[in-house]
T-cell receptor
Framework: AQSVTQLDSQVPVFEEAPVELRCNYS??????LFWYVQYPNQGLQLLLK??????LVESINGFEAEFNKSQTSFHLRKPSVHISDTAEYFC????????????????FGTGTQLKVEL | ETGVTQSPTHLIKTRGQQVTLRCSSQ?????VSWYQQALGQGPQFIFQ???????GRGNFPPRFSGLQFPNYSSELNVNALELDDSALYLC??????????????FGAGSRLTVL
């Protein structure tokens, strides 16, 4: 079974400052890793994913995350945040295997509320 | 390309009642999953459907059941509602191709309040 720990429930940060949202996972098998963002009263939107290849993955809106297998981490970073980045961020993991029709079960962390202030 | 749509967006039920939530998958997707997100928590996996059959289930009792239809749309049914069933229910679809990761596309959710 997999598990995800998001170490910070809330992260306040001033606009244009850098931010890091921490995510650690536990798994006995290889995994795929994801970051989802949830704006108030909305569903989840995929921010970025690590499936294979380069351990540094980037999103179109300036976020990046680095898969660190030895530290079992997938921290999310942005060098300069904007007010519009205020949202809940969820780290998620699923096992790296192609089970028939499956491999879909995502295990989520409890989320980190990013609040960007002026 | 249409996304995942869910209905209703909000509903209120009383304890003991039954509820049906509906989901239309993203065009081209063949797998649907349901998640429960309680207030202040991360989503929890309920179950997944592929080829109209349940092929994965989380730690939820049998009163949570579902269906997947030939057009890949889906329903989540919850019987004998309890107060703790109050949550945002998220539907997600994906395309399973036999290899690699299935990247989920989520709908906006159905918010259920049980009084």
């Amino acid at each position: 079974a997999q598990s995800v720990t998001q170490l910070d429930s809330q992260v306040p940060v001033f606009e244009e400052a850098p931010v890091e949202l921490r995510c650690n996972y536990s798994s006995s098998v290889s995994v795929y890793l994801f970051w989802y963002v949830q704006y108030p009263n909305q569903g989840l939107q995929l921010l970025l994913k690590y499936l294979s290849g380069s351990t540094l993955v980037e999103s179109i809106n300036g976020f990046e995350a680095e898969f660190n297998k030895s530290q079992t981490s997938f921290h999310l970073r942005k060098p300069s945040v904007h007010i519009s980045d205020t949202a809940e961020y969820f780290c998620a993991v699923t096992r790296n295997s192609a089970v028939t029709g499956g491999g879909n079960k995502l295990t989520f962390g409890t989320g980190t509320q990013l609040k960007v202030e002026l | 390309e249409t996304g995942v749509t869910q209905s209703p967006t909000h509903l209120i039920k009383t304890r003991g009642q039954q509820v049906t939530l509906r989901c239309s998958s993203q065009s081209g997707h063949n797998t649907v999953s349901w998640y429960q997100q309680a207030l202040g928590q991360g989503p929890q996996f309920i179950f997944q459907y592929y080829r109209e059959e349940e092929n994965g289930r989380g730690n939820f009792p049998p009163r949570f059941s579902g269906l997947q239809f030939p057009n890949y749309s889906s329903e989540l049914n919850v019987n004998a509602l309890e107060l703790d069933d109050s949550a945002l229910y998220l539907c997600a679809s994906s395309l399973f191709t036999g290899s690699g990761a299935n990247v989920l596309t989520f709908g906006a959710g159905s918010r259920l309040t049980v009084l």
